[in-house]
């Protein structure tokens, strides 16, 4: 028999028991009280928190990608502080609404299997881990192989915070040696019952051919615009800043700056202020030929800093957060309004929101549909028009785009994945949260008023009362009975790869 994508089939067979694990270890957390999953997430949450710093600093090594300071900011959101926003909701519980003689009783998932990308790998491990244990469900995670080792280790801490607060051993688990063939053969298969899939464009497309139920998303490029009603000085501030954090690997990052003309030396002055490095004709020549190759951007230069950066074109920026290169075409022919993961801004000038408007449409025709914009006004009508015209799902006012786009400066949700939607050719229109990894089942009484609704206040499926059943004496435990089907399973396969070897 040949092997299918030439995996190895140890490797293959190591893997399917993790998903085994998983649904076992799943079934076993959907019998929990919402108490009890509180404890175990808290425990995660507390143990990745803990870490923070240390895995910041051991993915920027691994991967050779951003800032270590932005990224333990960015585990500690994406621990304690995706815990802390969501601590009040309960995803265990009936939830029964009289008036519209509704009961709605959640349905976690089950076994999700989570892509995680190189370019925020321990913010993603954390963040996917807490919306699954919240949710009841178990977790499979899948490095990219350029973040394996940080992610494996950040994994580990998870999962025995896990099992100390009382969780089932196998509802966190990690691919160690994923590989392309590996992933797309685990994707495919039945025992996956959602795929989260956070990477390029490739990873997302090979999700949704699995045939397994998947949410992923598509590349951003996010234009910013700044009209002649903006704070400027508070404009430059949250652009640089937001451009500069994690040096630009988050996909919700500005691409180009789309300025009023009125107000564009100002708010170039005003950047400068802020440590951007205006570039010349010249440098914006050097940078287009060193980040965009014949085959796309330059991945070498994903995540590095602007002085690296700058120096590998051919010329110096010193101290600066950010290099801006001044264009004067917007449209996908010009390689510089693009998606850059990196600290390299395009600059355009415009006359109006009109303008505005059409050349953001323009940049975003080829990538980015359905992902994120921002703007910087003060004028209501200017923000309608640019909002209701482009096509973003999310649109920040007076943020900086990475971070308010992926909702840690606005009150959207705080996520590491970024739906976008039909456009975007993605499942999810919104940002990801636990909602996603969950369905409800609705009792629903006939809405005729003669039709009384029941009374269900303090029922629930987790503490039924319980039923008379004749005794059969020689009957096993359900439950039991799967357990000892899945071991049987289990123990015939290995004894077949023992065997097969």
């Known amino acids: 028999m040949t092997t299918l994508l030439k995996t190895p089939d140890a490797a293959l067979e190591q893997a399917r028991m993790l998903l085994d694990k998983a649904r076992w270890a799943a079934s076993r957390l959907q019998k929990s009280d919402r108490a009890a999953v509180l404890r175990i997430a808290e425990a995660v949450a ?10 910041a600093e051991q993915a920027v090594r691994e991967t050779g990608m951003g800032v270590v300071a932005h990224k333990k900011l960015k585990n500690e959101a994406c621990s304690k502080g995706i815990l802390d926003l969501y601590r009040n909701e309960d995803f265990v519980a009936p939830r029964i609404h009289a008036d ?39 977790i499979v995670l899948s490095p990219h ?12 801490v998870l999962m025995e915070a896990a099992k100390s607060a009382g969780a089932p051993d196998g509802i966190i688990q990690v691919v160690e040696a994923p590989t392309i063939p590996l992933i797309e053969q685990l994707m495919s298969d039945e025992r996956v019952d959602l795929i989260v899939a956070t990477g390029g464009p490739a990873v ?19 234009p910013v615009v700044v009209d002649d009603t903006a704070d400027i000085k508070q404009a430059a501030k949250r652009i640089v800043a937001s451009k500069s954090f994690d040096n630009s690997i ?14 564009a030396d100002r708010l170039l002055d005003a950047m400068k202020a802020e440590r951007a490095h205006i570039c010349s004709k010249d440098e914006t020549d050097k940078l287009r030929a060193l980040l965009f190759t014949n085959t796309g951007f330059n991945v070498a230069m994903i995540g590095k800093d602007a002085e690296v950066i700058a120096r590998a074109a ?21 390689k510089m309004v693009r998606e850059k993961l990196a600290p390299v801004l395009a600059f355009a000038r415009v006359q109006n929101i009109d303008q505005a408007i059409s050349c953001a449409r323009s940049m975003m025709r080829k990538a980015g549909q359905g992902h994120s914009a921002a703007i910087h006004s003060k004028s209501e009508a200017n923000v309608m028009a640019f909002a209701a015209a482009v096509p973003a799902l999310r649109v920040a006012v007076n943020a900086g785009c990475s971070l308010g786009a992926s909702g840690f400066e606005t009150n959207l949700g705080p ?29 629903a009484y006939n809405k005729d008023a003669a039709e009384v609704f ?10 039924m009362p319980k039923r008379n059943v004749a005794p059969v004496s020689l009957a096993i435990d359900n439950d039991d009975q799967k357990l000892r089907a899945e071991l049987r399973r289990i123990i015939l396969e290995e004894l077949k790869s023992v065997l097969a070897a």
């Open 46 to 55: 507390n143990a990745g928190h803990a870490k923070a710093q240390a895995f």
């Open 100 to 138: 519209r003689k509704i009961v709605e009783l959640p349905r976690p998932a089950g076994v999700v299997f989570a892509l995680v990308p190189v370019t925020n790998p321990v913010a993603t491990v954390y963040f996917k881990t807490l919306l699954a244990l919240m949710t009841r469900n178990a």
């Open 145 to 156: 192989p350029q973040a394996k080792g940080v992610c494996v280790d950040a994994a580990r």
């Open 204 to 222: 997302v497309k090979a999700a949704y051919r699995s045939g397994n139920p998947s949410i992923g998303v598509g590349p951003g490029n996010a």
């Open 250 to 263: 988050l996909c919700t990052n500005e691409s180009a700056v789309l300025a009023f003309n009125v107000v």
């Open 314 to 334: 051919g010329f110096t920026a010193p101290g600066a957060k950010i290099l801006v290169t001044p264009v004067d075409l917007v449209q996908p022919e010009e």
């Open 415 to 443: 996520s590491m994945t970024i739906g976008t939607g039909f456009h975007g050719g993605s499942s999810l229109g919104e940002n990801l949260t636990p909602h996603a990894f969950m369905n409800y089942t609705r009792i």
């Open 454 to 463: 029941g009374n269900f206040a303090g029922l629930d499926p987790l503490s």
